[in-house]
């Protein structure tokens, strides 16, 4: 298969595949989005409807199936760690055949389940950050200022990675290709990993838990960065401490939201991940381990 990207499916068409289907489907390319039976009926008949603004409000047309049927040139994966397993049997491996498979999920273990599955060097596991919500079938609301996208991929060819992160670029995610995955990935584990785990366990936004609950910010912190550290992801506490402090007080992580809402949450792909990764490396991480305990034991 060539390097450009024409087609593009989309498992999850949620807040954030539901944007990149759209942003991809304005730019000319065929976008096949993948579902259940009642949204993919509504997506082929309406469309995909986007509030946002950075790049207004429009409809864009989209396909949408149930499965995957034919090759395409990349599948992105936007659904959660809890809905992955029953949503890979949308995309069989031998139709997906040459494609890149390019996982937004949370998280640093997936890489290496979806490359048991399917392609090993085909598989490129992307960070994405943005604020973008599904507020119904086929509608979206984008709230943050910015779409920013890295993509990795350590065995994925190189000309691959360039052509995707230039197809998503021009629909307007600002995409950059990072030569190492494992920092990638930590990247965003250890800036999620304190304010997901924090703002579920005491029900608080973040301006309440940096105020509130400061000191154990702070160990939570310096806990995630020596993992990250030893996984060869980046390790600044003081840095992740100036970002935690810069956001709106009012702001709640995901996994705070699908608590509230009784949705399942990441707390295995997130906390569970980041206690392994510290017994493989033989750190102690006490009060990540009570968060988890605690969420755990309230029933999460």
């Known amino acids: ?3 450009d990207v024409s087609t593009v499916a989309v498992l999850g068409p949620g807040g954030v595949g539901g944007l990149l289907a759209a942003l991809l ?6 976008v096949i989005c993948l579902a259940g039976e009642e949204t993919a009926h509504t997506l082929s ?7 946002s603004a950075v790049f207004g409000d429009f409809t864009a047309r989209v396909e949408a199936d149930t499965e995957l ?3 395409a040139d990349a599948c ?15 995309v069989a491996p031998e139709t997906l055949g040459d494609g890149l498979l390019v996982p937004f999920l949370n998280g640093v273990e997936h890489p290496a389940t ?19 919500t599904r507020v119904g079938p086929g509608m979206i609301d984008h709230a943050s200022p910015f779409v920013e996208i890295d993509l990795a991929g350590d065995p994925v060819p190189r000309p691959r990675l360039d052509a995707l992160a230039q197809a998503l670029t021009a629909a307007g995610p600002a995409t950059r290709v990072l030569d190492d995955e494992a920092a990638a990935l930590w990247a965003k584990m250890s800036f999620l990993a304190p304010f997901a785990l924090l703002t579920t366990r005491h029900a608080l936004p973040m301006g ?4 509130g609950h400061r000191e154990e910010l702070t160990a939570l912190v310096e806990e995630t960065a020596a993992v990250s550290r030893a996984c060869g992801g980046p390790a600044d506490p003081a840095q992740a401490l100036t970002r935690y402090d810069a956001f709106p007080p009012g702001m709640k992580s995901s996994m705070q939201r699908d608590a509230e809402a009784g949705r399942p949450l990441e707390l295995d792909a997130i906390g569970g991940a980041l206690l392994r990764a510290a017994e493989r490396h033989g750190i102690e991480a006490p009060v990540t381990a009570r968060l988890v305990r605690e969420l755990r034991e309230a029933g999460h």
């Open 1 to 3: 298969m060539a390097n």
């Open 25 to 30: 489907a304005r730019t000319g390319r065929r």
């Open 45 to 51: 008949a309406d469309g995909i409807r986007v509030r």
């Open 69 to 71: 049927r034919e090759p």
């Open 76 to 90: 992105l994966v936007a659904v959660k760690h809890t809905a992955l397993d029953a949503a890979l049997t949308r």
């Open 114 to 132: 979806l490359r048991d599955r399917y392609r090993p060097n085909r598989v490129a596991p992307a960070v994405i950050r943005v604020e973008s």
């Open 208 to 211: 309440d838990v940096r105020t």
